[in-house]
């Protein structure tokens, strides 16, 4: 990664010790402060993302969910009433915070293994 040619600017303000572990980190692995910033950060924000537009469904659930996708009933007002309640959901990152997901984050990815 470098940082030649940057198209804009990022400050952040953080504790002297925090900034000297970090520098420590960067220069463990061989990179400068700002390549090793830019890489964790952009991983990190990558992993979020995909935590926000992912569903993940144990193979029973994803079973119930496919088979409920080619039933030719129609949804009743129940099921409408919650649909539009996932819409407005909030995804919730590691650290607690809570910032909106993607419309339609309900149909995301659909694997095998984990739980809903």
């Known amino acids: 990664m470098s940082?030649?040619?940057p198209t804009t600017r990022l400050e952040v303000r953080i504790a002297p010790e925090l900034k000297a572990t970090i520098e420590r980190?960067?220069?463990a692995l061989g990179l400068t402060l700002t390549d090793?910033?830019?890489?964790r950060l952009v991983e990190n924000a990558r992993a979020d993302l995909k935590q926000c537009e992912s569903v993940v469904l144990?193979?029973?659930?994803?079973?119930?969910?496919l088979?409920?996708?080619?039933?030719?009933?129609?949804p009743n007002e129940a099921m409408k009433r919650a649909a539009g309640k996932?819409?407005?959901q909030a995804c919730l990152a590691n650290a607690g915070?809570?910032?909106?997901?993607?419309?339609?984050?309900?149909?995301?990815?659909?694997t095998a293994g984990s739980s809903l």
């Open 3 to 5: 940082s030649a040619n």
């Open 25 to 27: 980190a960067a220069a």
């Open 36 to 39: 090793y910033s830019i890489s």
């Open 58 to 65: 144990s193979d029973r659930d994803r079973d119930l969910f």
């Open 67 to 74: 088979t409920l996708l080619s039933s030719d009933e129609q």
């Open 86 to 88: 996932v819409q407005g």
């Open 97 to 110: 915070e809570s910032r909106p997901c993607r419309p339609g984050m309900i149909a995301g990815r659909l």
